[in-house]
Protein backbone atom coordinates (compact mmCIF):
# COMPACT_ATOMS: atom_id res chain seq x y z
CA UNK A 1 0.00 0.00 0.00
CA UNK A 2 0.99 3.95 -0.35
CA UNK A 3 0.78 5.87 2.66
CA UNK A 4 -0.43 9.77 2.41
CA UNK A 5 -0.14 12.32 4.51
CA UNK A 6 -1.53 15.89 3.67
CA UNK A 7 -1.05 18.91 5.30
CA UNK A 8 -3.17 21.47 6.75
CA UNK A 9 -6.13 18.63 7.44
CA UNK A 10 -8.31 21.76 7.33
CA UNK A 11 -8.92 25.15 6.68
CA UNK A 12 -11.22 28.18 7.18
CA UNK A 13 -9.80 30.76 4.74
CA UNK A 14 -11.28 34.45 3.47
CA UNK A 15 -12.63 35.15 0.41
CA UNK A 16 -10.10 36.10 -2.32
CA UNK A 17 -6.89 34.88 -0.45
CA UNK A 18 -5.36 31.28 -1.91
CA UNK A 19 -4.44 27.94 0.17
CA UNK A 20 -1.81 25.95 -0.86
CA UNK A 21 -2.01 22.16 0.12
CA UNK A 22 0.76 19.80 0.71
CA UNK A 23 0.98 15.78 0.00
CA UNK A 24 3.90 13.72 0.88
CA UNK A 25 3.71 9.62 0.04
CA UNK A 26 6.10 7.15 1.63
CA UNK A 27 6.83 5.71 -1.64
CA UNK A 28 8.12 7.35 -4.94
CA UNK A 29 5.13 7.41 -7.74
CA UNK A 30 4.84 8.64 -11.01
CA UNK A 31 1.92 10.83 -11.16
CA UNK A 32 0.03 11.51 -8.23
CA UNK A 33 -3.47 13.13 -8.54
CA UNK A 34 -5.85 15.81 -7.06
CA UNK A 35 -9.27 14.91 -6.31
CA UNK A 36 -11.98 17.79 -5.27
CA UNK A 37 -15.30 16.91 -3.03
CA UNK A 38 -17.88 19.36 -3.12
CA UNK A 39 -20.73 18.97 -0.35
CA UNK A 40 -23.14 16.27 -1.50
CA UNK A 41 -20.90 15.29 -4.86
CA UNK A 42 -18.97 12.82 -5.91
CA UNK A 43 -15.08 12.89 -6.43
CA UNK A 44 -14.03 14.49 -8.98
CA UNK A 45 -10.74 15.03 -10.81
CA UNK A 46 -8.99 18.20 -10.38
CA UNK A 47 -5.61 17.34 -12.41
CA UNK A 48 -2.60 14.74 -13.06
CA UNK A 49 0.87 15.79 -12.06
CA UNK A 50 3.70 14.28 -13.16
CA UNK A 51 7.39 15.11 -11.83
CA UNK A 52 9.21 17.01 -14.09
CA UNK A 53 6.17 18.00 -16.33
CA UNK A 54 3.39 20.13 -16.19
CA UNK A 55 0.29 18.99 -14.64
CA UNK A 56 -2.57 17.66 -16.80
CA UNK A 57 -6.07 19.53 -15.72
CA UNK A 58 -9.55 18.43 -16.33
CA UNK A 59 -12.18 19.56 -18.05
CA UNK A 60 -13.89 22.63 -15.57
CA UNK A 61 -10.25 23.12 -14.10
CA UNK A 62 -7.40 25.56 -15.07
CA UNK A 63 -4.08 25.57 -13.94
CA UNK A 64 -4.45 29.81 -13.07
CA UNK A 65 -7.30 28.82 -10.33
CA UNK A 66 -5.58 25.44 -9.10
CA UNK A 67 -1.51 25.53 -9.43
CA UNK A 68 0.05 22.33 -9.00
CA UNK A 69 3.57 21.79 -8.24
CA UNK A 70 5.74 18.50 -8.45
CA UNK A 71 9.41 18.76 -7.60
CA UNK A 72 9.93 15.31 -6.63
CA UNK A 73 8.82 11.72 -6.98
CA UNK A 74 7.06 11.95 -3.38
CA UNK A 75 5.55 15.42 -3.02
CA UNK A 76 2.86 17.50 -4.78
CA UNK A 77 1.17 21.13 -3.91
CA UNK A 78 -1.99 22.34 -5.10
CA UNK A 79 -2.62 25.41 -4.35
CA UNK A 80 -6.15 27.44 -4.44
CA UNK A 81 -6.20 30.59 -5.77
CA UNK A 82 -8.27 33.71 -5.44
CA UNK A 83 -10.92 31.13 -3.27
CA UNK A 84 -14.76 32.17 -3.30
CA UNK A 85 -17.65 30.16 -1.10
CA UNK A 86 -17.74 27.53 -4.05
CA UNK A 87 -14.87 26.31 -3.66
CA UNK A 88 -15.32 25.09 0.06
CA UNK A 89 -14.24 21.47 -0.50
CA UNK A 90 -12.80 18.33 0.68
CA UNK A 91 -9.12 18.26 -1.36
CA UNK A 92 -7.94 14.95 -1.78
CA UNK A 93 -4.58 13.57 -3.25
CA UNK A 94 -3.96 10.37 -4.73
CA UNK A 95 -1.73 8.13 -6.27
CA UNK A 96 -1.75 4.33 -7.83
CA UNK A 97 1.55 2.79 -7.60
CA UNK A 98 -0.17 -0.47 -7.89
CA UNK A 99 -2.79 -0.38 -10.53
CA UNK A 100 -4.68 -0.09 -7.55
CA UNK A 101 -5.78 3.95 -6.15
CA UNK A 102 -4.90 5.53 -2.60
CA UNK A 103 -6.05 8.19 -1.33
CA UNK A 104 -4.60 11.07 1.59
CA UNK A 105 -6.66 11.62 4.03
CA UNK A 106 -7.96 14.83 2.62
CA UNK A 107 -7.72 18.78 3.44
CA UNK A 108 -11.14 20.26 4.21
CA UNK A 109 -11.14 23.99 3.49
CA UNK A 110 -14.22 26.17 4.41
CA UNK A 111 -14.22 29.47 2.77
CA UNK A 112 -16.07 32.33 4.18
CA UNK B 1 -24.37 15.08 -16.33
CA UNK B 2 -23.19 11.53 -13.90
CA UNK B 3 -22.22 9.18 -15.59
CA UNK B 4 -21.82 7.20 -12.31
CA UNK B 5 -25.32 7.27 -10.00
CA UNK B 6 -25.54 6.35 -6.46
CA UNK B 7 -29.18 7.14 -6.22
CA UNK B 8 -29.59 6.58 -2.20
CA UNK B 9 -27.56 9.33 -0.17
CA UNK B 10 -28.03 6.91 2.95
CA UNK B 11 -28.80 3.18 4.38
CA UNK B 12 -29.83 2.16 7.97
CA UNK B 13 -29.38 -1.57 8.14
CA UNK B 14 -29.71 -3.66 11.31
CA UNK B 15 -26.49 -5.51 12.65
CA UNK B 16 -26.09 -8.95 11.44
CA UNK B 17 -28.70 -8.10 8.25
CA UNK B 18 -27.77 -8.07 4.36
CA UNK B 19 -26.66 -4.09 3.21
CA UNK B 20 -27.07 -3.59 -0.74
CA UNK B 21 -25.68 -0.56 -1.73
CA UNK B 22 -26.58 0.34 -5.62
CA UNK B 23 -24.78 1.99 -8.15
CA UNK B 24 -25.96 2.97 -12.04
CA UNK B 25 -24.47 4.11 -14.83
CA UNK B 26 -24.38 5.60 -17.91
CA UNK B 27 -20.98 5.18 -19.92
CA UNK B 28 -21.06 1.86 -22.07
CA UNK B 29 -17.30 2.33 -22.04
CA UNK B 30 -16.81 1.66 -18.47
CA UNK B 31 -15.16 -1.96 -17.97
CA UNK B 32 -13.89 -1.94 -14.99
CA UNK B 33 -15.87 -1.19 -11.55
CA UNK B 34 -14.96 -0.38 -8.04
CA UNK B 35 -16.18 0.27 -4.43
CA UNK B 36 -14.48 2.59 -1.98
CA UNK B 37 -15.06 3.01 1.72
CA UNK B 38 -14.87 6.07 3.55
CA UNK B 39 -14.72 7.09 6.79
CA UNK B 40 -15.05 10.27 8.46
CA UNK B 41 -11.78 12.62 8.38
CA UNK B 42 -9.87 9.92 6.38
CA UNK B 43 -9.40 9.34 2.75
CA UNK B 44 -11.66 6.29 0.67
CA UNK B 45 -10.20 3.12 1.04
CA UNK B 46 -10.21 0.35 -1.71
CA UNK B 47 -12.83 -2.34 -0.83
CA UNK B 48 -13.76 -4.80 -4.08
CA UNK B 49 -13.62 -4.45 -7.53
CA UNK B 50 -15.17 -6.11 -10.85
CA UNK B 51 -14.12 -6.22 -14.18
CA UNK B 52 -17.13 -6.23 -16.82
CA UNK B 53 -15.56 -9.83 -17.82
CA UNK B 54 -17.68 -11.06 -14.35
CA UNK B 55 -20.96 -10.74 -13.37
CA UNK B 56 -19.49 -11.24 -9.79
CA UNK B 57 -16.48 -11.15 -7.43
CA UNK B 58 -16.74 -12.33 -4.00
CA UNK B 59 -14.55 -10.95 -0.87
CA UNK B 60 -15.25 -12.33 2.54
CA UNK B 61 -18.45 -10.82 3.14
CA UNK B 62 -18.10 -8.41 0.36
CA UNK B 63 -19.73 -9.00 -3.05
CA UNK B 64 -20.19 -7.41 -6.12
CA UNK B 65 -22.25 -8.01 -8.35
CA UNK B 66 -22.26 -6.61 -11.53
CA UNK B 67 -25.24 -6.59 -14.87
CA UNK B 68 -24.28 -5.00 -18.03
CA UNK B 69 -27.29 -5.10 -19.66
CA UNK B 70 -28.69 -2.89 -16.74
CA UNK B 71 -25.61 -0.85 -16.30
CA UNK B 72 -25.93 -1.17 -12.62
CA UNK B 73 -23.39 -3.49 -10.29
CA UNK B 74 -24.42 -3.79 -6.33
CA UNK B 75 -22.35 -4.38 -3.57
CA UNK B 76 -23.74 -7.39 -0.74
CA UNK B 77 -22.11 -6.75 2.68
CA UNK B 78 -23.15 -9.93 4.67
CA UNK B 79 -23.67 -9.85 7.67
CA UNK B 80 -23.29 -6.35 8.66
CA UNK B 81 -21.26 -4.87 11.57
CA UNK B 82 -21.51 -2.02 13.15
CA UNK B 83 -17.95 -1.18 11.51
CA UNK B 84 -18.89 -1.06 8.22
CA UNK B 85 -20.40 2.18 9.10
CA UNK B 86 -19.42 4.66 6.40
CA UNK B 87 -19.89 6.31 3.35
CA UNK B 88 -19.58 3.86 0.21
CA UNK B 89 -18.46 5.31 -3.28
CA UNK B 90 -19.05 3.34 -6.51
CA UNK B 91 -16.32 4.08 -9.37
CA UNK B 92 -15.90 3.33 -12.59
CA UNK B 93 -13.12 3.64 -15.25
CA UNK B 94 -12.32 1.68 -18.76
CA UNK B 95 -9.31 0.47 -20.33
CA UNK B 96 -8.35 3.21 -22.99
CA UNK B 97 -8.43 6.25 -19.53
CA UNK B 98 -5.99 4.98 -17.72
CA UNK B 99 -5.81 3.16 -14.14
CA UNK B 100 -6.15 6.67 -12.79
CA UNK B 101 -9.37 8.22 -14.58
CA UNK B 102 -12.06 7.13 -11.65
CA UNK B 103 -15.45 8.80 -12.39
CA UNK B 104 -17.35 8.35 -9.06
CA UNK B 105 -20.52 8.65 -7.39
CA UNK B 106 -21.50 10.54 -5.06
CA UNK B 107 -21.54 7.97 -2.01
CA UNK B 108 -23.99 6.06 0.26
CA UNK B 109 -24.20 6.80 3.82
CA UNK B 110 -24.89 3.23 5.67
CA UNK B 111 -25.18 3.10 9.21
CA UNK B 112 -25.15 -0.46 10.76
CA UNK B 113 -27.44 -0.45 13.70
CA UNK B 114 -26.28 -2.49 16.43
Redesign the interface.
Not at chain 1, 40 to 45: E, V
Not at chain 1, 99 to 106: L, R, T
Given at each position: SAV?SQKP?RDICQRGTSLTIQCQVDSQVT?M?WYRQQP??????IA?ANQGSEATYESGFVIDKFPISRPNLTFSTLTVSNMSPEDSSIY?C?V?PY????????TRLTVL | DQQVKQNSPSLSVQEGRISILNCDYTNSMFDYFLWYKKYPAEGPTFLISISSIKDKNEDGRFTVFLNKSAKHLSLHIVPSQPGDSAVYFCAATYSGAGSYQLTFGKGTKLSVIP
Open positions: ISMFGQSLTLTLSNNEQFFGPG | -
